[in-house]
């Protein structure tokens, strides 16, 4: 979903790379000397150096959204993130199992007591 956003806000190339661009790639690694994978690069720029990405805390708006959306699908964070624009799939998972799993099944057990309450 994230390359789908870049490419179309951007209206940037898609296929395969021409020799010029591989060229134009390597030079850059090799002016920068960076000393890390290229998948190392590729997540850093995704999860963290987009221009499109939201940083900063949750909005209490998109916790909502993420419990909603999670007792929907489970966890299947690309899937949610793609109703957050802005927020990666990983920082949705971080933020669920660090703030709102708890959260979630204090609301189950809740909702599970109270439909006990009333069967008797």
């Keep these: 979903m994230a390359y789908q956003e870049a490419t179309q806000e951007k209206n940037l190339r898609k296929g395969p790379w021409l020799e010029q661009e591989d060229e134009q790639l390597t030079a850059t690694c090799i002016h920068a000397g960076l000393r890390r994978s290229g998948k190392s690069c590729r997540l850093r720029w995704m999860n963290y150096l987009r221009p499109n990405l939201k940083h900063g805390l949750i909005s209490e708006e998109e916790e909502r959204i993420i419990l909603q959306l999670h007792e929907q699908w489970g966890n299947k964070w ?3 993130a793609q109703r957050l624009p802005g927020r990666t799939d990983n920082e949705i998972k971080n933020y ?3 703030h709102l799993r708890k959260k979630a099944q204090g609301k189950k057990i809740s909702a599970v007591l109270l ?3 009333f069967c008797y």
Excluded: H
């Design 78 to 80: 690309s899937k949610i």
């Design 96 to 98: 669920w199992r660090s």
């Design 115 to 117: 439909s006990i309450e």
